[in-house]
């Protein structure tokens, strides 16, 4: 009999899952909503009955084990902590829930952690120790591999690198505080520095027929491609602060490569160029000559699911 | 017969160097110093006649090891990289040197990974997997231990926190670049903070009468502690800074605790309470609980040359 495992993303808008062979290819996959179900038990629930229903369908195939990628995901104790953009409040212990449904082996981690075991397991890092992949989303998140290990800290919660706040930067932050690099450096970000621009700026732009939850970071680069200056602008900001985030990370890390994910990672040179330079101009003199800025080698779509069912084979 | 390995520690004005026993007990120990000896060559030729008349007084003892900690010091390569602090130039390969004088295996690392392998041997870290030293002297440094292990990176380069430039400050630093951390965060930062406290508050104050080279932390700390404005300014300010920069050690590596070591954290109350509560103010919701800011347990004087030593029988 063949082999499966479950990987699940959870993010603040949909729920993804995918059924995982041993090879890494997914058999099948789909996805239920997060935001509609404020009640945890009844997620559960209905999540379970989704994924039971695709099983179904693969009777050859024995289930192995389940991993779950989701912002705040404790590896160490199998709950999800105060997410700020997910709907249950406080502590969900989503690890004991969905092992009484399934009755498998079940492992949690962050989704930046679950995008960097992809990384590793299938993607650009598989012959690197020492990596960050940083997922340039809603948020900013890390996954950080060191010595061919991933960071976890003593109790799960270490990795939160998109919320330093020692940047003395004045943008408020969804967890509450001031400065976090996140408020500049993700999708959501980057929006942000499109409306400070086109608040401060006398300068005509496409964008200024956006509103703000219709504006994306994929709209953005198409304009800053085409020449809009305010779009373009945005990117160099961004790209400049990105790159000082990442020469400090080379500070505390002195990691071979970083890897950029999510959707404003696709935007390609527009944020790499800048980021590459600002990188090596905020590095130390000892960790110029290996910046290694690099895009992600996984499917955006399936990459946190792929790497939360690597978890299955090898629990980091 | 008996075993002794050698402790080692180089800094910036003298290097020290201890005869340790595998209790941790240190037979013997003495000095030379750095800054006298622009040639390489000749400072491992005096210092290893020095260490070597010293063996010479335990002929029951046999030499099983050398543990050298120092500025840059690259565990991974053997070499001392561009060293702002001391006085050869690009890299020197001190491990080959010294297994040349001494015929028996060579470790180096940084001085605060030192000090941080010695709290664990030796101090208040025996019992723990993740937690950090910081070393408040000329420098800011760090030693991390995560999962067990101390945090090197690809190349031996990594934990250089006292680095990181994304905070936005505008001192200038020894090492070229601005807004380190150490600029603030040291012995050195703290005097810098009183000058520019002397230079733009119209207080009086007994530093007044000191020159730059002749003020040190204890004095700033003695002045403090008997009432004086500039100098209790100057503790809460940089109390204040480490706490915001503690803060972000535990968003990245969620210790277990975090140990202050070197001459300003002797300095006591004046510099930890400041610290744990901008800790607290500035840490995540999720690390707030687990704040544990305490003084290193191991005696100043000797806790880079213990811990060198003990990485003669635990290397990292």
């Given at each position: 009999m063949k082999s499966l495992s479950i990987g699940i993303d959870i993010g603040g808008t949909n729920s993804v899952?995918?059924?995982?062979?041993?090879?890494?290819?997914?058999?099948a996959s789909d996805q239920i909503q997060t935001k509609g179900h404020p009640i945890f038990s009844d997620y559960v629930a209905e999540f379970s009955r989704l994924i039971k229903s695709k099983l179904y369908e693969f009777p050859d195939y024995q289930l192995t084990g389940i991993g779950i990628g989701a912002p705040n995901g404790n590896y160490r104790t199998g709950t999800i902590d105060h997410a700020p953009n997910l709907p249950w409040k406080g502590k969900v212990n989503?690890?004991?829930?969905?092992?009484?449904?399934f009755k498998v082996p079940v492992f949690l981690t962050?989704?930046?952690?679950?995008?960097?075991?992809?990384?590793?397991?299938y993607g650009g890092a598989k012959d690197k120790t020492d990596f960050i992949v940083l997922t340039l989303g809603t948020g900013l998140g890390a996954g950080i591999y060191s010595s061919g290990k991933i960071l976890y800290g003593s109790d799960g919660l270490a990795g939160e690198f998109g919320h330093l706040t020692s940047t003395q930067l004045d943008r408020e932050c969804a967890c509450g505080r001031t400065g976090c690099w996140e408020t500049y450096v993700s999708a959501t970000g980057i929006k942000r520095t499109v409306f400070d621009l086109l608040a401060t700026q006398p300068i005509d732009s496409e964008l200024r027929k956006y509103a703000f939850n219709a504006l994306e970071a994929k709209i953005i680069a198409k304009y800053a491609n085409e020449g809009d200056r305010v779009a373009q602008r945005a990117f160099e900001i961004t790209g400049r602060m990105l790159g000082e985030a990442i020469a400090?990370?080379?500070?505390?890390?002195?990691?071979?490569?970083?890897?950029?994910?999510?959707?404003?990672?696709?935007?390609?040179?527009?944020?790499?160029?800048?980021?590459r330079k600002s990188a090596?101009?905020?590095?130390?003199?000892?960790?110029?000559?290996?910046?290694?800025?690099?895009?992600s080698q996984l499917d955006n779509e399936y990459a946190a699911v792929l790497g939360a069912s690597a978890m299955t084979y090898e629990p980091a």
């Amino acid at each position: 009999m063949k082999s499966l495992s479950i990987g699940i993303d959870i993010g603040g808008t949909n729920s993804v899952f995918g059924l995982v062979d041993t090879q890494g290819v997914i058999l099948a996959s789909d996805q239920i909503q997060t935001k509609g179900h404020p009640i945890f038990s009844d997620y559960v629930a209905e999540f379970s009955r989704l994924i039971k229903s695709k099983l179904y369908e693969f009777p050859d195939y024995q289930l192995t084990g389940i991993g779950i990628g989701a912002p705040n995901g404790n590896y160490r104790t199998g709950t999800i902590d105060h997410a700020p953009n997910l709907p249950w409040k406080g502590k969900v212990n989503i690890v004991q829930e969905f092992h009484d449904s399934f009755k498998v082996p079940v492992f949690l981690t962050n989704d930046a952690k679950a995008a960097a075991i992809g990384e590793k397991i299938y993607g650009g890092a598989k012959d690197k120790t020492d990596f960050i992949v940083l997922t340039l989303g809603t948020g900013l998140g890390a996954g950080i591999y060191s010595s061919g290990k991933i960071l976890y800290g003593s109790d799960g919660l270490a990795g939160e690198f998109g919320h330093l706040t020692s940047t003395q930067l004045d943008r408020e932050c969804a967890c509450g505080r001031t400065g976090c690099w996140e408020t500049y450096v993700s999708a959501t970000g980057i929006k942000r520095t499109v409306f400070d621009l086109l608040a401060t700026q006398p300068i005509d732009s496409e964008l200024r027929k956006y509103a703000f939850n219709a504006l994306e970071a994929k709209i953005i680069a198409k304009y800053a491609n085409e020449g809009d200056r305010v779009a373009q602008r945005a990117f160099e900001i961004t790209g400049r602060m990105l790159g000082e985030a990442i020469a400090d990370l080379y500070s505390m890390f002195s990691p071979e490569a970083v890897f950029l994910f999510g959707g404003l990672a696709n935007a390609g040179d527009i944020l790499f160029e800048p980021a590459r330079k600002s990188a090596m101009e905020n590095a130390m003199q000892i960790h110029k000559s290996k910046i290694n800025i690099q895009p992600s080698q996984l499917d955006n779509e399936y990459a946190a699911v792929l790497g939360a069912s690597a978890m299955t084979y090898e629990p980091a």
